[in-house]
Structures are given as structure tokens and as C-alpha cells.
């Protein structure tokens, strides 16, 4: 594998940062001012491009050979021969993210996470179903007694509109 190819990648992750902390420093100020604002996500998107591009580069830099060897040797592990890698399982993973966001409105988060947690985890190999669906419904609860409860935040209550406080 050519250091120099990551390397340039870093590097472009880290202009990726730069040009989105850019933009979102160009929006106007809000009307009224918000100890958050709409702002912040892509000012700290833009940070952790920038501070893990350049982490990423200096790792990199570190591995050039001076002598001219940019080859170094392959990161990661192969494929499990039972689980390989599969484009039509991310591309399951994709759609079923995209049905998630469609019928997470009309239905709620309540009713909709359980069943999408449940099928992303046999998508990703989980075959046991008591353990896929205790942990569906332990991550539905905790996140919506997060968001809904102690954040102050809303999320959708679809079917379950006024049944909820």
C-alpha cells in the first residue's frame, strides 16, 4: 500500500474541515442568539475533520521512508472466509436506514427504533433473537429517556400522540 495515497487523503479530510468550519462561519447570524445555534454541528464536524486529518497525516508522515519506499505494509484483517464483506448487505443497511427515517414520523420513535435496531442487528449477523430485541428496546428506552427526558428534546410520538407526557 503507497503511504503518499493516505497521506494526500489526510490531507484532504483536513480542507474538507477547513471549507466546512468556512461555510458555516459565512451563515448569517441568527435572529435570535442561541448558546448553541446553527452553527455548532458543522463547527465541530469541521473540528474533528480537521483534528483527525492531521492526526491521520502525521501518523502518515511518520511512515514515509526517506529513501523513497513509500510502500508500507497492508492495515486491518481480511475478510472472514463465513463473513465476507458485502456491497448488498450495505446497500440493505442503506435502504433500511432510509425506510427508518420515512416511517419515523407518522409512527413515532417509540414504535419505529425497536424493530429497526432488531433487523440492522440480523443484518449484521446477530442470530439470536432475545438478545436483538433486549437490546433493541433497552437502546429505545435509554435514548428516548435521554433526548426526550433529560435533554428537553422532542422526538416524534406518531402513533402515540398524547399517550406520552
Known sequence: MDSRKD?????AIVALGVAVIGIAYS??????RDAVGPRAFPYGLGFLFVVG?????VQRLGKLNPAGNYQVASE????????PASGLRAMTLIGLC?????????????VATPPFVVLALMLMGERKPVLSTVTAVIFTVVTYVLIDTILGGRLPDGLLTGLLP
Open 98 to 110: 432510509a425506510l427508518y427515517t420515512l416511517v419515523l414520523n407518522p409512527i413515532g420513535f417509540l
Open 76 to 83: 486491518g484483517n481480511e475478510d472472514e472466509p463465513d463473513y
Open 53 to 57: 486529518g492531521a492526526f491521520l497525516a
Open 7 to 11: 497521506l494526500i487523503f489526510a490531507l
Open 27 to 32: 451563515w448569517p447570524e441568527p435572529l435570535i
